[in-house]
T-cell receptor
Framework: LAKTTQPISMDSYEGQEVNITCSHN???????ITWYQQFPSQGPRFIIQ???TKVTNEVASLFIPADRKSSTLSLPRVSLSDTAVYYC?????????????FGSGTQLTVLP | ETGVTQTPRHLVMGMTNKKSLKCEQH?????MYWYKQSAKKPLELMFV???????ENNSVPSRFSPECPNSSHLFLHLHTLQPEDSALYLC?????????????FGPGTRLLVL
């Protein structure tokens, strides 16, 4: 399983764009990059997933450079309710049920 | 709402009690998971079931006993727990088989062992 490295914490202000970068130097050919969001005392919630280049949905964008050794989750115009822990996971998403390895994540705090 | 429900949401039990946690998914998935999340620690995978068969047991103590009677339901039976077992227990499900393995989590059961 590819190991990921993320900043432990980040602060931002309401209305700003937040970019959280994750390093995954040992990513394998079949691995996808997935981001989850977790609020206190709740289960993680899937945000976005990608393989290469850029993926965008109604919540966030995911930027993946050509070498795929890192990825950046971009949250446009954050609000106080975006305060949460954000996890970057790397792994093959196709096939039999598999283990997700969660790291410590990034605690994002959005300030008024 | 993710389509995965867990009951109870909170549980307090003594070390000699026996209790069960229940998870139900309404997504038509075939794989289900139990995770443990202790305070200020990453999620730890405990068990994986794929098409009702247990495929992974991450060296979990025998005082935790999983049961998967069908693809929609998953139980975690608890007995003679220790205070250090106090944590948030999360259930998740995914498509299973050869499909997309994105996991969808329930809200968790907050367990306190006295």
């Amino acid at each position: 399983l590819a190991k990921t490295t993320q900043p432990i914490s980040m602060d931002s202000y309401e209305g700003q764009e937040v970019n959280i970068t994750c390093s995954h130097n040992n990513i394998a050919t079949n691995d996808y990059i997935t981001w989850y969001q977790q609020f206190p005392s709740q289960g993680p919630r899937f945000i976005i997933q990608g393989y290469k280049t850029k993926v965008t949905n109604e919540v966030a964008s995911l930027f993946i450079p050509a070498d795929r050794k890192s990825s950046t989750l971009s949250l446009p115009r954050v609000s106080l309710s975006d305060t949460a822990v954000y996890y970057c996971l790397v792994g093959d998403i196709i096939g039999s049920a598999r283990q997700l390895t969660f790291g410590s994540g990034t605690q994002l705090t959005v300030l008024p | 709402e993710t389509g995965v429900t867990q009951t109870p949401r909170h549980l307090v039990m003594g070390m000699t009690n026996k209790k069960s946690l229940k998870c139900e998914q309404h997504l038509g998935h075939n794989a289900m998971y139990w995770y443990k999340q202790s305070a200020k620690k990453p999620l730890e995978l405990m068990f994986v079931y794929n098409f009702k068969e247990q495929t992974e047991n991450n060296s979990v103590p025998s005082r935790f006993s999983p049961e998967c009677p069908n693809s929609s339901h998953l139980f975690l039976h608890l007995h003679t727990l220790q205070p250090e077992d106090s944590a948030l227990y999360l259930c998740a499900s995914s498509q299973g088989g050869l499909g997309d393995e994105t996991q969808y989590f329930g809200p968790g059961t907050r367990l306190l062992v006295l």
